[in-house]
């Protein structure tokens, strides 16, 4: 189910664009059946919401022909989610990125799962993680 907490944490963070309100509706996990994974996907989005201008910068700083405001609400949003999980809850990079890639291939365009990969693959190798 952890696949499943990664899409709803992706959610909130898609909403979390739009909206300016950094409150966490916990009531949005409720169809976590299990503690542990609502416990990780709120956790995810916490530590998206308490460190959203240092992963943008850092997301831009690796953009490379795009600016931040110009990448696709969708793939940002992923990749705002593997880069909390990869920084601040120490998932395995290639879990991360590879549960994102797939979550685009559901949510995204067919060139998004590339792009994504590409940036999350040159912030990774930037921070030696």
Known sequence: MRAYARELAFQIIFEKLF???????????????????REFAISIVRNYIDNKEEIEKLIESHLIGYELSRVFK???????????????????VSIAINEVVNLAKKYSTEKSGRFINGVLSSIVKDLNI
């Open 19 to 37: 909206i300016k309100n950094q409150d966490i509706d916990e009531e949005f996990f409720v169809s976590l059946k299990k503690e542990e994974d």
């Open 74 to 92: 969708v793939d940002l949003a992923l990749i705002c989610e593997a880069l909390s999980e990869i920084i601040y809850l120490k998932t395995p």
